[in-house]
């Protein structure tokens, strides 16, 4: 079966609606608009490189830091520290900015599986995904730290090579042979490298993700999966998708740069730039588990409606014997899955044990 681009465009839209406005509940909204925040950290990630711009080289003299204790006559250094001290502060704010950075990619790999619960079952909760997701998110951030180190290693590797060609000219600084040939190995390498991280990325949030969600496994069980299911049947309309993506991409920067404007930057603020936004991140998201319900029932996403909790909501279909909602922990007036007394079948008086 060939799959299609537009109906799932379509499809999307129509869940969207679905999940945010029939019925419209305002703390529902919220609950998803927190979900898709903390999905949002995957994407993010901190940027050091700001630690390490130290400007230009220092001047002769013994001149000191200008603007800091130390200067003419000091010590020399900012603030009257050693250059040992130095180092170590900042060793010290390296590694609790990558301490930080890693807790934030941990919570975004949890709340990524919570997101697409709360899609797929039209819901607004973050406890019940929160623990009933943790082993496939515990495996996306696992993947994505190894995957990480991984590919900063190469482009470092790739980058120090640049370095050596164009060493000689470096020395005389001057730009000569050995300089042009560093930036020719360093387009014709790091540039082909990005590339591949960027469709690598593009893989796992559109299909390796929904496929841990739906399948319950792994994140190395689920490219595998991804890799003899979807890709290779249906290599073709992958590439379609991914081209239509980026169309999309551009008409939800289009809407999001319109709404930023319309609400005085309110969309920059964390969290509630999210919460306005809503409709663009489920509708994104929702595309993608659109696009693999294509192949085949066991690929559905989508659940149909069932017992919900009165309160919050919450999806209770296949709890069986629970007496309590998981999410909010209001009781439910009959344990899900068991046969109300008056529907059960009477019993045999002659039926012995």
Request: glycine share 14%.
């Amino acid at each position: 079966m060939a799959l299609q681009i537009l109906e799932p465009f379509n499809q999307s839209i129509q869940h969207t609606k679905k999940v945010l406005f029939r019925p419209f509940d305002l703390g529902r909204w919220f609950t998803i608009g927190f979900c898709a925040w903390i999905s949002s950290f995957l994407e993010g990630g901190g940027n050091f490189s700001g630690i390490w711009n130290m400007g230009g080289r220092g001047g002769g003299g013994g001149g000191g830091w200008p603007g800091f204790p130390g200067g003419q006559g000091g010590s020399g250094q900012p603030f009257g520290l050693s250059t040992s001290t130095l180092i170590a502060i900042v060793a010290l704010l390296v590694l609790l900015g990558i301490a930080v950075s890693l807790v934030f990619a941990w919570v975004g790999a949890r709340g990524r599986f919570m997101f697409i619960d709360n899609i797929a079952r039209s819901r607004g909760a973050v406890v019940a995904p929160w623990r009933e997701y943790r082993p496939q998110g515990n495996s996306l951030f696992l993947f994505l730290l190894v995957y990480g180190i991984a590919f900063f290693l190469v482009m470092i590797v790739l980058l120090a090579v640049a370095g050596v060609i164009a060493l000689p000219d470096i020395r005389a600084r001057s730009w000569g042979p050995a300089a042009t040939m560093a930036v020719v190995v360093g387009a014709f390498t790091v540039v082909p490298l990005g590339l591949v991280g960027a469709l690598v990325s593009f893989v796992l949030h559109n299909f390796v993700v929904p496929t841990m969600y739906l399948w319950r496994v792994g994140a190395m069980e689920a490219w595998r999966i991804v890799r003899i299911e979807v890709l290779g049947p249906h290599l073709g309309a992958c590439v379609l998708y991914f081209l239509f993506r980026i169309v999309i991409f551009i008409g939800i920067g289009i809407v999001a740069t319109g709404l930023t404007c319309a609400t005085c930057c309110m969309t920059a603020i964390p969290y509630l730039g999210t919460v306005i936004l809503l409709p663009l991140f489920v509708f994104s998201q929702s595309y993608a588990l659109m696009f693999l319900q294509q192949i085949g029932p066991q690929w559905s996403f989508v659940q149909e409606e069932g017992l919900r909790c009165e309160r919050c909501h919450y999806d209770l279909t296949g709890l069986v014997g629970a007496d309590r909602c998981p999410e909010c922990g209001l009781p439910i007036a009959q344990p899900v899955g068991e046969v109300p007394p008056t529907e059960r079948p009477p019993e045999d008086p002659e039926a012995t044990v």
